[in-house]
T-cell receptor, first 116, second 113 residues
Framework: GDSVTQMEGPVTLSEEACLTI???????????LFWYVQYPGEGLQLLLK?????DKGSNKGFEATYRKETTSFHLEKGSVQVSDSAVYFC???????????????FGKGTLLTVNP | SQTIHQWPATLVQPVGSPLSLECTVE??????LYWYRQAAGRGLQLLFY??????ISSEVPQNLSASRPQDRQFILSSKKLLLSDSGFYLC????????????FGPGTRLTVL
């Protein structure tokens, strides 16, 4: 079945440091890939997505490139801020998962803390 | 624009009591709807999904049930809560025809004592 593996946290960085959160996936079909962010006490917000190989999703200074050859979708940001402190989830949606359901498969999440 | 609401925001219930959590979506028709649970320190577990009124699929056999009495309303229920039902419950919707992107509500924090 489908699966998503993302780097174990927690990750602690100083403000303006570079961020990379690794994410790799296994899927039988042609998945779309997502990064969601969860701020403390809140629901998940879509951060960015990519729907096919070599697509780059970007938002709020974050980027991730869909790499089919390495089955990866690593999240990067060149300069993090304190306000980026949150839990980040990598996920995939497999169009071939059956019918019109489009179930999401999530990684376990990575807690990022950015210190001033 | 579309919005998704969940209530209550927080809930503290004794073991053995019933549960009803509600989720509603505005600004769209015939969405797919999803219930997830996030236990402390863990990822998200898909509990139920629905592709239409009265159509419920269960992902994990457990103490919970779901219903969809109206197009944009999704309810999570239990007859008797267990301690293990504590967690953060998230509702999500997806536009159909699908864009394959799910959008999440603000969540309900349930504590069972």
């Amino acid at each position: 079945g489908d699966s998503v593996t993302q780097m174990e946290g927690p990750v602690t960085l100083s403000e303006e440091a570079c961020l990379t959160i690794n994410c790799t996936y296994t899927a039988t079909g042609y998945p779309s890939l997502f990064w969601y962010v969860q701020y403390p006490g809140e629901g998940l917000q879509l951060l960015l997505k990519a729907t096919k190989a070599d697509d780059k999703g970007s938002n709020k200074g974050f980027e991730a490139t869909y790499r089919k050859e390495t089955t990866s979708f690593h999240l990067e940001k060149g300069s993090v801020q304190v306000s980026d402190s949150a839990v980040y989830f990598c996920a995939l949606s497999d169009r071939n998962s059956g019918g019109s359901n489009y179930k999401l498969t999530f990684g376990k999440g990575t807690l990022l803390t950015v210190n001033p | 624009s579309q919005t998704i609401h969940q209530w209550p925001a927080t809930l503290v219930q004794p073991v053995g009591s019933p549960l009803s959590l509600e989720c509603t979506v505005e600004g769209t028709s015939n969405p797919n709807l999803y219930w997830y649970r996030q236990a402390a320190g863990r990822g998200l577990q898909l509990l139920f999904y629905s592709v239409g009124i009265g159509q419920i699929s269960s992902e994990v056999p457990q103490n919970l049930s779901a219903s969809r009495p109206q197009d944009r309303q999704f309810i999570l229920s239990s007859k008797k809560l267990l301690l293990s039902d504590s967690g953060f419950y998230l509702c999500a919707w997806m536009r159909i025809p699908s864009t394959d992107t799910q959008y999440f509500g603000p969540g309900t924090r349930l504590t069972v004592l």
